[in-house]
Structures are given as structure tokens and as C-alpha cells.
């Protein structure tokens, strides 16, 4: 069993905002968090303006494949961060549930994405990062 608290990043297809906000916890925290995203409805593959904003910061998730969230993931979250508001889930989260809300980067290019990515780094920052 695992010390390191789990992060569940949920967003509406698990190709833009939760990936996002995955990798960005990934890159911030380093190995102080167990991350995983997952979809409402889950897209088939990451968003690419997505993968190239995180590429920017060396790391690749071009790669990673969009799940559905389950109610086996919601129990085991510690911390459960929606991306958007009114995202039906299968199951009542156990963990604590941050509700955040960002804009769905589906068609933008990479320039676009770069102050999503900056505006969810502060974010996980501010809500995930700063705890005592």
C-alpha cells in the first residue's frame, strides 16, 4: 500500500483537461502523488495541442490513452478534481472533490493552450501543491 495520496483528474473525454492537469501534476510534484485521468465519455486519443503544450515541458503523453472513469476509481481517490462544472459521475466520490473549471481546448492549436496549461498549473498550485 501506498503513503502517496492518489489524484483523480476527471473531465468530460479525458483527452484535454484531465490529461492536462495529470501531467501537469506529474511535472510539479514529481513522485509525491499516485495521478490518473480519466472521461466521462473518453475521447480516442489525447488531445495533440494538449501533448504538445506538455511536451514544452519535456514530458511526453502524446501516447497516453483516454478511460472512463469507474466507481473502483472514484473509491480510491484521495482527491478527486473535476475540470469542468456538471460532470455526472458513476459513483459519489470518498475522496475530497475539488470542482474546477476550465474551458474545454478541444479544437485550439498549442499557442492556445499554453495559458490553459499556465492557469491549471497555478491551480494545482493553489489547491493541491500549498496544503498543510
Known sequence: MSDKP??????????????????LL????????TVNSAGIAPDEKVNPAVAASIAELGMDIS???PQAVTSADLDQADVVVLMKPGLVLPSTPTGRVLKWSFPNPQNW???SVRPLREAVA????????DRT
Do not use: K, M, P, W
Open 6 to 23: 492518489t489524484v483523480l483528474f476527471i473531465c468530460q473525454h479525458n483527452a484535454g483537461r484531465s490529461q492536462l492537469g495529470a501531467a
Open 26 to 33: 506529474e511535472h510539479l510534484a514529481g513522485d509525491d502523488y
Open 63 to 65: 501516447q497516453r490513452q
Open 109 to 111: 492549436d498549442v499557442e
Open 122 to 129: 497555478r491551480q494545482i498550485a493553489t489547491d493541491l501543491l
